[in-house]
C-alpha cells in the first residue's frame, strides 16, 4: 500500500496483489506461469493447510461429540450437516454414500478458501515479505484459475466414472449418438452433447474464479482510493479518506460474506446436480 502512495503506482500495486508465487516454469520478469510445470506454491500452501484445518477440527470434534449436551460449536457443525443432507436428498436420485460427505467437504472446503479473502489485502503479503522475504503472495486460492478448474476437474472425472458406471460404457456413448433428438440427429446430438459435457467444468471453475477475482479487485481498489488520498490529502483530509476507506471496506465485507458463501453453496449444488444426472440412466 504504501509503495502504491509514495509514487509506486496504482498499476504496479494492484498487478503485485494479483500474482502469484510461481516456482518452475515461470517468467523471471512477470512471475507469470510460462508452462506446465509451474507451481503456485501459494495457492498450494493456503488450500493445504485450510484442508489440514478442516480435518484436524472433524478430528478433535469426533473425539468429543455428546449427545446429552452439545457444545454451541457442535451445535453449528451439526446444522450445517443437517442443510448439505438436505440438500443432497432434495437433489440427488437415488442413494451414493459418497454424495453426501462429497458435498458437505466441498462447501466447507470452498468456503473457508473463499472467506480468505476477509483478511486485509496488504496483511498477509506484508508479513511474509518481512519474515521470510517473500515477494509475491496470494491468499486466496480460489482467486487462481489453476485451484477452481483442479476443482472442477476432480468433479468431472467423477461424472465421466459414474456415468460409465451406471450406464455402462456402450450407454454412456448412446447419450453422445442419441440425446437430445433421437437418432435422426446423430451429428447434431454428439455436438450437443460434447457442447452439454464440456460446459460441466467450465461453468464450475470459471463461475468462483471470476466471482472471487472480482471480490478481491474490488478489496484492493477499495484500498488504493483510501491509501493514496490518505498520503496525499493533508491531516484533515487523510483522516476524511482514511474513514471512508473503513467504511467502504466494511460494506463491502458485509456484502462480500453472502457472496462467498453463495458460491460455496452454488459449487456444491452444481456437484450434487451434475452427479446426479450421472446416476439417471434414462439421461
Same mark, same amino acid.
Request: charged share 10%; hydrophobic share 55%; with cysteine.
Given at each position: 500500500?504504501?509503495?502504491?502512495?509514495?509514487?509506486?503506482?496504482?498499476?504496479?500495486?494492484?498487478?503485485?496483489?494479483?500474482?502469484?508465487?510461481?516456482?518452475?516454469?515461470?517468467?523471471?520478469?512477470?512471475?507469470?506461469?510460462?508452462?506446465?510445470?509451474?507451481?503456485?506454491?501459494?495457492?498450494?500452501?493456503?488450500?493445504?493447510?485450510?484442508?489440514?484445518?478442516?480435518?484436524?477440527?472433524?478430528?478433535?470434534?469426533?473425539?468429543?461429540?455428546?449427545?446429552?449436551?452439545?457444545?454451541?460449536?457442535?451445535?453449528?457443525?451439526?446444522?450445517?450437516?443437517?442443510?448439505?443432507?438436505?440438500?443432497?436428498?432434495?437433489?440427488?436420485?437415488?442413494?451414493?454414500?459418497?454424495?453426501?460427505?462429497?458435498?458437505?467437504?466441498?462447501?466447507?472446503?470452498?468456503?473457508?478458501?473463499?472467506?480468505?479473502?476477509?483478511?486485509?489485502?496488504?496483511?498477509?503479503?506484508?508479513?511474509?515479505?518481512?519474515?521470510?522475504?517473500?515477494?509475491?503472495?496470494?491468499?486466496?486460492?480460489?482467486?487462481?484459475?489453476?485451484?477452481?478448474?483442479?476443482?472442477?476437474?476432480?468433479?468431472?472425472?467423477?461424472?465421466?466414472?459414474?456415468?460409465?458406471?451406471?450406464?455402462?460404457?456402450?450407454?454412456?456413448?448412446?447419450?453422445?449418438?442419441?440425446?437430445?433428438?433421437?437418432?435422426?440427429?446423430?451429428?447434431?446430438?454428439?455436438?450437443?452433447?460434447?457442447?452439454?459435457?464440456?460446459?460441466?467444468?467450465?461453468?464450475?471453475? *470459471?463461475?468462483?474464479? $471470476?466471482? #472471487?477475482?472480482?471480490?478481491? &479487485? @474490488?478489496?484492493? +481498489?477499495? /484500498?488504493? !482510493?483510501?491509501?493514496?488520498?490518505?498520503?496525499?490529502?493533508?491531516?484533515?483530509?487523510?483522516?476524511?479518506?482514511?474513514?471512508?476507506?473503513? *467504511?467502504?471496506?466494511? $460494506?463491502? #465485507?458485509?456484502?462480500?460474506? &453472502? @457472496?462467498?458463501? +453463495?458460491? /460455496?453453496? !452454488?459449487?456444491?449444488?452444481?456437484?450434487?446436480?451434475?452427479?446426479?444426472?450421472?446416476?439417471?440412466?434414462?439421461?
Amino acid at each position: 500500500m504504501a509503495e502504491a502512495a509514495s509514487g509506486g503506482g496504482t498499476v504496479q500495486y494492484i498487478q503485485h496483489h494479483l500474482t502469484n508465487l510461481c516456482a518452475g516454469q515461470c517468467d523471471p520478469i512477470t512471475h507469470k506461469a510460462t508452462g506446465f510445470w509451474a507451481l503456485h506454491l501459494d495457492t498450494i500452501f493456503f488450500s493445504y493447510a485450510l484442508a489440514a484445518l478442516i480435518m484436524v477440527v472433524s478430528w478433535r470434534l469426533g473425539r468429543s461429540l455428546v449427545s446429552d449436551t452439545p457444545s454451541g460449536f457442535q451445535n453449528f457443525v451439526e446444522t450445517i450437516v443437517d442443510f448439505v443432507a438436505q440438500q443432497v436428498r432434495d437433489t440427488f436420485p437415488g442413494h451414493n454414500p459418497l454424495i453426501a460427505p462429497l458435498a458437505l467437504t466441498i462447501f466447507v472446503w470452498v468456503w473457508l478458501m473463499n472467506a480468505m479473502d476477509l483478511i486485509p489485502v496488504d496483511l498477509l503479503p506484508v508479513l511474509a515479505n518481512s519474515i521470510f522475504g517473500i515477494e509475491y503472495l496470494k491468499a486466496v486460492p480460489t482467486t487462481d484459475l489453476s485451484a477452481t478448474f483442479a476443482m472442477a476437474l476432480v468433479v468431472f472425472a467423477l461424472i465421466v466414472y459414474y456415468n460409465i458406471k451406471i450406464k455402462g460404457p456402450v450407454g454412456y456413448l448412446k447419450m453422445f449418438l442419441f440425446h437430445p433428438f433421437g437418432k435422426f440427429f446423430v451429428p447434431v446430438n454428439i455436438v450437443m452433447s460434447i457442447i452439454e459435457e464440456i460446459a460441466k467444468p467450465l461453468s464450475l471453475g *470459471l463461475r468462483l474464479f $471470476g466471482n #472471487l477475482f472480482a471480490g478481491e &479487485l @474490488v478489496f484492493l +481498489l477499495i /484500498a488504493l !482510493i483510501g491509501g493514496t488520498m490518505f498520503v496525499t490529502a493533508g491531516l484533515l483530509g487523510g483522516m476524511f479518506w482514511g474513514g471512508l476507506q473503513v *467504511l467502504l471496506d466494511l $460494506g463491502w #465485507l458485509i456484502f462480500h460474506l &453472502l @457472496v462467498i458463501t +453463495l458460491q /460455496a453453496f !452454488i459449487f456444491m449444488v452444481l456437484t450434487i446436480v451434475y452427479l446426479g444426472m450421472a446416476h439417471v440412466e434414462d439421461h
